[in-house]
């Protein structure tokens, strides 16, 4: 069967180093690649994050404050009251959220920040990998299970973030997909690949942050949120593991699905209730070639922002 060769909608890199648009040095600046130019994240809500991730004096007890468990649950609360429901309007257009897709009314802010969107597209070329998530994506090849470079610089164990040393080991080698869901992001997370869940579950943990803010400033951040391991058999990219990582005022994580169920490519797998996340899909050695675009973007130190469905390499 003649294999087809997609052409990657992202434009290819220059061979010289991003060029940085000159900003002025007093906070910290996070930069994403969109749609072929470099801009600066928006952080929501920023002044909060600045506040807590980078105080030297007061940022200390709030850091302690915002991991609690509790605090997620207040917000959570909050977002289910009709109340909430006002600010939905002025959060679209200030963040740009995409509403492609996305119907009815909201009665709350839980109901818009879980809203599911109808027609997402995945590849239907067996051999293409299509992001499970919309989000600020960042490709890592020939991970090595002691110490994964991350974001920022940020070093963790695999085997600290799965729990288990035997499943750590059988990804060496391989490629780990950083996926992080802003809170104007849609918050689902869709199976790239047919397949057969294996294997849930739940680490128990605290809700630090997702962003790179926080990522300066907490260590081993992933290793210590509470997050889901997903095992799953896929049909064209053998086992691959999904790690759904809370964050600070994500109440919880709703699967969608079975174990041992067999789903489809496309269907729903999850979705976070409010506040930011982050997707991490680990792929064993020698299955998956990556774009090479958003590995040199990853190199650089840049996250790119794709839409669910997207293209993130094919079959190896």
Excluded at 133 to 161: M, N, R, Y
Excluded at 192 to 221: C, E, H, Q
Aim: aromatic content about 10%.
């Amino acid at each position: 069967m003649k294999r087809i060769q997609l052409r990657s909608r992202f434009p290819k890199l220059p061979r010289r180093k991003l060029r940085f648009p000159k900003v002025k040095k007093r906070k910290q600046s996070i930069w994403v690649y969109n749609d072929g130019q470099l801009e600066q994240e928006r952080i929501c809500p920023e002044r909060l994050m600045r506040l807590i991730y980078e105080n030297p004096v007061g940022g200390a007890g709030l850091l302690w404050l915002v991991k609690r468990k509790a605090v997620s649950r207040l917000y959570g609360l909050y977002c289910r009251t009709k109340l909430s429901a006002k600010g939905i309007p002025q959060f679209i257009e200030k963040y740009g959220v995409d509403m492609t897709g996305c119907h009815g009314t909201y009665k709350n802010f839980a109901q818009f920040f879980a809203r599911e969107k109808m027609g997402v597209e995945f590849p239907k070329e067996a051999h293409v990998l299509g992001s499970p998530c919309e989000g600020l994506v960042s490709i890592f090849s020939d991970i090595k299970p002691a110490q994964i470079i991350a974001a920022k610089g940020t070093d963790f164990s695999l085997e600290e973030l799965f729990a288990d040393a035997k499943l750590a080991q059988e990804y060496s080698g391989g490629t780990m997909v950083s996926i992080r869901l802003t809170p104007a992001n849609y918050h689902r997370m869709h199976f790239f690949d047919a397949g057969v869940v294996t294997s849930t579950r739940l680490i128990k943990g605290d809700l630090y942050s997702v962003s790179p803010l926080a990522l300066n400033r907490v260590v081993k951040l992933y290793c210590r949120n509470k997050r889901a391991l997903i095992q799953f058999s896929t049909e064209n990219f053998d086992d691959a593991v999904l790690v759904e990582v809370g964050a600070t005022f994500v109440g919880s994580i709703v699967h969608c699905f079975e174990e041992g169920e067999r789903v489809n490519r496309g269907d729903v797998a999850s979705y976070f209730k409010p506040g930011g996340s982050l997707v991490l899909l680990f792929l064993k050695k020698g299955t998956f070639k990556p774009n090479p675009d958003l590995i040199l973007r990853t190199i650089e130190g840049v996250e790119t922002k794709i839409p669910i469905g997207e293209s993130l390499g094919v079959k190896k």
